[in-house]
């Protein structure tokens, strides 16, 4: 590299270029790791470092461009396999061969990664050969559309092959490539089915300003999240296809010096699964949601392992409760982290503890709020010239001025500068009869009962609401179904109280999820309501009807409603 520094040449490099670079000049610097469970149960660990990562990127460029050569036009290549480093690897290796990935999760139905793969005119199909539940879903997909699949090779094999591949040169520059797209992830659905999102090699660069926006708003505040995230090794517990994971494991990484664990890809996370990465040496922070939190918290054993980190970043769905949080800041300091799949990272103000709940958008952002009703705002994003070079949503969709996020916020009572979530607007339940009901209030005081897991506000379509609960053990009788009501039954009273007189639960109103269907959850563990609702369709029918024969005051329309 001659005088020329590592900075000077990363500063016009994309992530595989910057990855390649750092290889040759601290090679053993450590990028990451996998885990996965023995057979005697317990967690094991392979660190990853940034030779490591290189190597595996230029042997999956090889194996690639040996099957669909180099592509001229950014042709997309799907895959999916279990919650692993090949997400990134793939992501890489498919930038460096012209292509791009479309990062599917292995958890959606066949009918969804149809949508998505005929969305992104994607004919050819990368499926993990150790997943037979991935290999089983490619069956279902071929079998309604025309696909070109092959067998993906295993994490393991790219880590121990990478060495013996040669260097795969790669030469554009971020400047050539600002506008091109780099990779593609989808949404949740949480309201329909996932969505794409295609992510420009601009908006991927935009993060690394984020650490220090001091280049662009001197005056700003200090302590942001980026700042005090960097230089940590943090478990990622967001999967690597969701927007956390895919940003978590390549921009985060690089730009901020965060490396990344993963979790075991072949299993659910569980609290004994969370406790020993925690004790792993290398472990310094967590990036959880607030579900898996409250896992932790009712397992001590388990929520003392919690103590060594020196902090927990939550990013999802709202707390449970107040007293899960209180668990955890018992034993950890715990950040807000905050973003979307179309909006990318938001970077926030680290706040007091006692603030947890309440985020503080840092300037860099071009964050504004307007009036959506009463108490409620919505938050909305500002195209700045003096600031648009950091601004990953304008860096996605430039023709845009402004991007609504559809997110509701309410004021903190004394600081002009916090702000909560309280919901989505397309969350807000409409009544026939035009009366706004916001869910998450009754929502997230059910959900916090020890013997709840989930709960969903959702109206008859014209003036009533009712309850649709998902318990942590099903009920499996109507005895069983009734005594799990009655210990349930006072935390909806309460609820009722300072609800909307519109927005109340009657009890008849009031049903247990099946244990044979359980609700549908994103990556990110949050419940996707709209496909929650369909699927209790018809038992929720039955149940605004009985109620309306049995009290009389019942009214039944249409449709199941829990979004307009």
């Known amino acids: ?34 885990t996965w469970i023995g057979t005697d149960g317990n967690l094991n660990l392979r660190r990853i470092t940034y030779r490591n990562l290189s190597d595996a990127v230029n042997l999956c460029s090889q194996w690639l461009e040996t099957r669909f050569g180099k592509s001229e036009n950014y042709t997309t290549l799907s895959y999916a396999g279990p919650n692993d480093y090949r997400y990134l690897i793939v992501t ?47 069956s279902a997909i071929t079998a309604q559309r025309e696909m070109e699949v092959h067998k993906f090779p ?48 601009g908006a991927i660069a935009a993060l690394k300003h984020l650490s220090a926006p001091e280049k662009f708003i001197p005056t700003a505040p200090t302590g942001n999240i980026a700042e ?51 004790a792993q040496d ?23 392992a919690i103590r060594k980190l020196k902090h927990v970043l939550w990013v999802g769905a709202p707390w449970t409760t107040p007293e899960t ?19 990318g990272p938001f970077v926030l103000i680290v706040e007091e503890q006692d603030d947890y709940a309440w985020k503080h958008f840092h300037p860099i952002m071009g964050a504004s709020f307007r009036h959506a009703s009463k108490d409620l705002y919505e938050l909305v994003l500002e195209k700045r010239p003096d600031i648009q070079e950091a601004q990953f949503v304008f ?22 500068d916090l702000w909560r979530f309280r919901g989505r607007t397309d969350d807000i339940i409409v009544l026939g009869n035009g009366r706004l009901i916001e869910p998450a209030l009754m929502e997230s005081s059910v959900a916090g009962h020890p013997k709840v897991r989930a709960a969903l506000l959702c109206s008859d379509g014209k003036s009533k609401v009712g309850l649709l609960v998902e318990a942590v053990v099903p009920p499996a009788s109507a005895e069983e179904s009734a005594a799990l009501l009655e210990e349930i039954w006072p935390i909806v009273v309460s609820s009722n109280a300072v609800m909307n007189v519109f927005g109340r639960v009657d009890k008849p109103l009031i049903l247990f999820a099946r244990k044979d269907k359980p609700f549908p959850r994103a990556g990110k563990g949050s419940v996707l309501g709209p496909l929650t609702l369909k699927a209790y369709d018809q038992e929720l029918r039955d149940m605004f009807r009985a109620a309306e024969r049995d009290l009389g005051r019942c009214t039944f329309g249409n449709n199941i409603k829990k979004r307009q």
């Open 395 to 416: 860096q996605n969709f430039p023709h845009l001025t402004e991007y609504r996020t559809k997110d509701l916020f309410s004021k903190h009572p004394t600081r002009e």
């Open 154 to 201: 295993t994490l393991d094999w790219l880590l121990d092959e990478g060495p013996k591949a040669p260097f795969y040169h790669f030469h554009k520059t971020l400047d050539e490539l600002r506008d091109q797209d780099y990779v593609i992830i989808h949404t949740s659905g949480s309201t329909g089915h996932p969505s794409p999102m295609f992510y420009k090699y």
């Open 228 to 278: 005090v995230w960097s230089n940590k090794c943090h478990w990622m517990a967001l999967p690597p296809c969701h927007m956390g994971g895919v940003l978590g494991l390549g921009a985060f990484n690089i730009y901020w010096n965060m490396p990344m664990i993963l979790s075991p890809g072949d299993r659910p996370i569980t609290p004994d699964i969370a406790a020993q990465i925690f």
């Open 282 to 304: 290398i472990c310094e922070a967590a990036f959880m949601p607030p579900a898996y939190l409250h896992s932790l918290s009712r397992s001590p054993d388990h929520l003392d």
């Open 92 to 138: 890489m290796a498919a930038a460096k061969t012209g292509h791009k990935a479309l990062l599917l999760a292995p958890w959606n139905s066949s009918l969804a990664q149809i949508k998505l793969l005929d969305a992104c005119n994607c004919t050819i199909f990368l499926a993990a050969e150790d997943s037979s539940a991935v290999q089983n879903e490619v």
């Open 325 to 343: 949080a209180t668990a955890i800041q018992s034993r950890v300091e715990i950040q807000a982290a905050y973003g979307s799949s179309e909006a």
């Open 1 to 34: 590299m001659g005088d020329i520094s590592l900075a000077e040449c990363e500063s016009n490099a994309i992530l595989p270029s910057i990855v390649d670079l750092r290889a040759r000049k601290n090679p053993d610097r450590l990028y990451g790791a996998s």
